[in-house]
């Protein structure tokens, strides 16, 4: 590990979501107005991961009143709240600029359903129906 690699690991948060290109995510970030600070939230589909350790940042597209609005963020600053996931897509490209030309239900990304745990039992609605009786 050099010189560079140290000094960035200091800047690294500690927890951190596992965000995909094509998740629908929640951005909280912390917006200083005067001395007044809030939390605002952008909520927008990932359509880029870009770079890597502490210099890491998403592009986080939304359509607000009929207009597209992109915009970047550090994974790390401490602006960055948090970062929600909503839903996962299922995406076949590692940027996802093409949606850019697109609009309305064609934009849309096919949403990926979370797989099930094989270890845990499925209930049967026979058995869910005998609890309730």
């Known amino acids: 590990m050099n010189l560079i ?3 960035e690991a200091g800047e690294l948060k500690k ?3 596992p965000v995909r290109v094509g ?3 929640r951005a909280h970030i912390r917006i200083v107005e005067g001395e007044k600070e809030r939390v605002q939230v952008f909520e927008g589909v990932v359509i880029r991961l870009h770079g890597g350790g502490a210099r890491e940042s998403i592009t986080i597209r939304k359509v607000s009143f ?3 609005v ?3 963020f550090p994974l790390n600053s401490p602006r960055l709240e948090k970062v929600e996931i909503i839903r996962h897509a299922k995406v076949r490209q590692a940027k996802l600029y093409f949606l850019r030309e697109l609009r309305g239900k064609a934009a849309r990304l096919k949403e990926l359903k979370p797989k099930l745990d094989p270890t845990k039992k499925k209930k049967t609605r026979k058995k869910a129906a005998r609890k309730k009786a």
């Open 70 to 72: 992109e915009r970047i």
């Open 66 to 68: 009929g207009v597209g």
């Open 23 to 25: 998740d629908t995510v």
């Open 5 to 7: 690699d140290r000094i």
């Open 15 to 17: 927890e951190r979501s």
